[in-house]
């Protein structure tokens, strides 16, 4: 069984002064595109479904249909194995990802013209078609993006990632938000306003892989090296168990679609209180995402990904105490809950994505790439619509349930994909347990220490004669 693949690239390396061009753009393209994410997707995506009439068996659909749409990343791999500029491919079908969603922009235009199935109908067409954009588009930057980094700093580079686009999506769906509540007495015209605002950042970001060094691959010629290289990744072990724990991570797409919902049409927030809610679990992730790359660097990514796995999985049962009507209790309540998981969610986000690019090398990372983006999107396809057709048919059997129950089910499956990550091998990576019980104690001391001596520093307080 392969443990570990070669370290060698067997692209062309740009040189160091493009690649440190390419690392400052790659920030910048992260910025981008969390404002084209915070505009397009998340609360304003089930905001505007509802708006159209949409149920909980349509959210379910909504949340289904994308990852049923990931076997077109193996046709990205393809190509990419093939010597296909990885630069072109990304750079053409980032494009397209914004320009599909002005047609959903232009839903609000169309008026009586269409019925309401209809525009559910176009809505689902259009987040079925950047799905399929953003798996070519995905797939290549991915694997491109794994030569100019060097694994040495991967672990900060990808922390420092999270911080940027995290801090601008957090104050863009803060802000916006705020704007939709202004807007509502227009309907559904606020969400195209956020739509095609949104849109013109996507098409920026995809702009900005212009200037970047293309690292071409080398032109296959043999017969089967698509397979060839998927065998491989079949055979690299360490690569099969995370596939494993993060499958069983992305069961928790169970809630996927409905923790917007529940908090918009059950719990009656706002669109500024859920973007504030966010926004401080946001902060959260920004401020450990860089420490924990620091420590992916110096531990391995092992016990940062169990740590983070056991940090948030418990946070999905505050919501028992936040029922529907209760925003009062929702705003006293999760914002807690949101920061201790987001805690751990950064853990887990950068300890994974680090991973793959340590468990793979240049040449076929792709292919596995893709076979590993099925794999756990496949798996957890059907799991939003479930969830829909689950909480209908209790709610219509008598039972008292609501979305909750999906929220439930997320933090079970945290915790399982914990054990699962607990048989995932990394060579020189030490154990979870001493990371707890070892080092993080040591750190909070130093840092209760530091907080002990703060006092007097600042001249607030002074030693006593005895202390003296």
């Known amino acids: 069984m392969t443990s570990h693949p070669p ?3 067997e692209g062309i390396h740009p040189a160091p002064a493009a690649v440190a061009r390419a690392v400052r753009l790659t920030y910048a393209q992260m910025m981008l595109g969390a404002v084209f994410g915070a505009s397009t997707g998340g609360m304003f995506l089930i905001g505007f479904a509802l708006s159209l009439g949409a149920d909980n068996i349509y959210l379910g659909l909504l949340g289904t249909v994308p990852p049923c749409l990931v076997a077109f990343q193996f046709l990205a791999a393809y190509l990419v194995e093939r010597g296909i500029s990885r630069k072109q491919l990304t750079f053409w079908f980032a494009l397209a990802a914004p320009l599909c969603w002005l047609l959903v922009a232009a839903i609000p235009f169309m008026g009586e013209r269409i019925t309401p199935l209809s525009r559910l109908g176009i809505l689902l067409g259009v987040v079925a078609l950047v799905t399929i954009s953003n798996q070519f588009s995905g797939n290549a930057r991915a694997s491109w993006l794994g030569e100019l980094i060097h694994e040495s700093r991967r672990g900060r580079f990808f922390g420092t990632c999270t911080l940027f686009a995290g801090i601008v999506g957090m104050v863009f769906a803060v802000a916006e938000g705020g704007f939709l509540d202004f807007a509502r007495a227009h309907g559904t015209m606020g969400f195209a306003a956020l739509f095609i605002f949104g849109s013109v950042f996507g098409l920026a970001m995809a702009m900005l892989n212009l200037p970047q060094p293309d690292c071409p691959l080398p032109h296959a010629t043999a017969k089967g090296v698509f397979w060839r290289h998927l065998r ?3 055979r690299n072990r360490p690569l099969v168990i995370l596939a494993l724990a993060q499958a069983v991570m992305s069961l928790g797409n169970v809630a996927a679609p ?11 927030l706002s669109f500024f209180g859920i973007g504030v809610l966010n926004a401080l679990a946001t902060i959260s992730l920004l401020v450990t995402a860089p420490m924990w790359g620091r420590l992916i660097d110096r531990f391995g990514c092992r016990p940062i990904l169990i740590t983070g796995l056991l940090i948030a999985g418990p946070m999905a049962y505050a919501w028992l105490l936040v029922p529907p009507g209760a925003w009062q209790m929702a705003y006293t309540v999760m914002p807690v809950a949101n920061v201790i998981c987001n805690i751990g969610m950064a853990a887990v986000t950068v300890a994974i994505t680090t991973l793959l690019y340590k468990l ?4 076929g ?40 129950l999906t929220f439930y089910g997320w933090g079970l499956f945290m915790l399982m994909a914990a054990g699962v990550a607990y048989f995932l091998p990394e060579p020189r990576a030490i154990r979870t347990r001493t990371l707890v019980l070892g ?3 040591g750190l909070l001391m130093r840092w209760w220490s530091g907080l002990a001596i703060l006092p007097l520093l600042l001249g607030l307080v002074r030693p006593t004669d005895d202390e003296k």
């Open 439 to 441: 080092y993080f104690p």
């Open 258 to 268: 409905f923790n917007a919902a529940y908090m918009l049409r059950d719990v009656k």
């Open 365 to 404: 990372r792709s292919v596995q790439f893709a076979g590993y983006g099925v794999f756990v999107s496949l798996v957890s396809a059907p799991m939003p619509l479930l969830g829909g057709v689950i909480v209908n048919w209790l709610q219509s059997r008598g039972w008292h349930v609501d979305l909750r």
């Open 232 to 234: 491989e990744g079949l």
């Open 7 to 9: 370290a060698h690239a």
């Open 360 to 363: 793979t090398s240049p040449r």
